[in-house]
């Protein structure tokens, strides 16, 4: 280590807060040492990939909206069309993007935007938000204003305090302060939670379909429309079985819309 720290003029590693943590610089190296290698490794590969006999490891960093709306059916195309590759599923939070650049992942997926150079990006789908409302409640019209919106006590899905719904960010700019009484980090246990109470929940529409019956929608006052998106880097653009993920991903996304349609 004190020679890579002499070598590239950096103390690599430092302690902050009780933590040792890598520097910005040491950061950039794995990042570069990750493209190196995996461009070695691209060299190996061949150039026909059957995924009837493949074998490898796919890497995804994703969150509950992808783990509920998208991955189940990309579990079932591998099992089916590439039964020896194995799918990896790690958290991406607010460091999705550093986990791919560093190689720790070979697609990120998300509603979020990676404007960076060395990035290869593809919109996957687009989504809205939808409100999930008890079985008791009964409106005027069938329809929330969003006044009334806001003052029902509701459950606040935090996604961990590492992303903010575009839905919370247009009720603050219009001047309401949402009625929170409940927080939780993923919209996982909300149809136990709604179960019984006055309590309602918002969440992507694609999430409340994938709770069925348990749970009854309505339209929400503040819809606030948001792309998925899905990104990689140069490490993986021309890989073979990388591509065939990545065509398999665009299928089963093609198929949700058209469900929709």
């Known amino acids: 280590i004190e020679r890579l720290r002499k070598a590239f003029d950096d103390p690599l590693f430092v302690r902050q807060g009780g ?103 593809r919109k996957l789908l687009t989504d809205h938000y939808t409100v999930i409302v008890p079985e008791g409640l009964t409106l005027q019209d069938g329809e929330l204003d969003v006044e009334t919106y806001a003052a029902m006590p509701q459950i ?21 302060v949402l009625n929170s009484v ?12 709604i179960r019984d109470t006055d309590l309602i929940a918002t969440v992507p529409a694609r999430v409340a379909a994938v709770m069925g019956s348990d749970v009854r929608t309505i339209p929400c006052p503040l819809p606030s ?19 065939w993920v990545r065509e398999e991903l665009s299928k089963i996304v093609r198929r949700l819309v058209t469900l929709d349609s």
């Open 19 to 121: 933590q040792v943590v890598s520097t910005q610089k040491c950061d950039e190296l794995a990042g570069q040492a990750a493209m190196i290698l995996a461009e070695f490794n691209r060299m190996t590969l061949p150039t026909d990939f059957d995924p009837s006999t493949a074998s490898g490891v796919i890497t995804i960093a994703c969150n509950y909206y992808e783990r509920a709306v998208i991955i189940p059916d990309l579990v079932r195309v591998m099992r089916t069309k590439a039964p020896n590759l194995k799918l990896k599923i790690i958290s991406s939070f607010s460091s999705g993007r550093q986990r791919l650049s560093q190689g720790e992942s070979d697609i990120l997926i998300g509603p979020m935007r990676v404007p960076e150079s060395g990035f290869f990006g």
């Open 156 to 176: 606040i899905v935090t996604y961990g305090s590492q992303w903010r719904s575009r839905y919370l960010i247009e009720i603050e700019d219009q001047g309401l």
């Open 182 to 193: 409940v927080e939780v980090p993923s919209p996982a246990m909300i149809p136990d939670l």
């Open 225 to 243: 429309p948001f792309d998925v998106m899905a990104y990689w880097t140069e490490r993986t653009h021309k890989s073979p079985m990388h591509k």
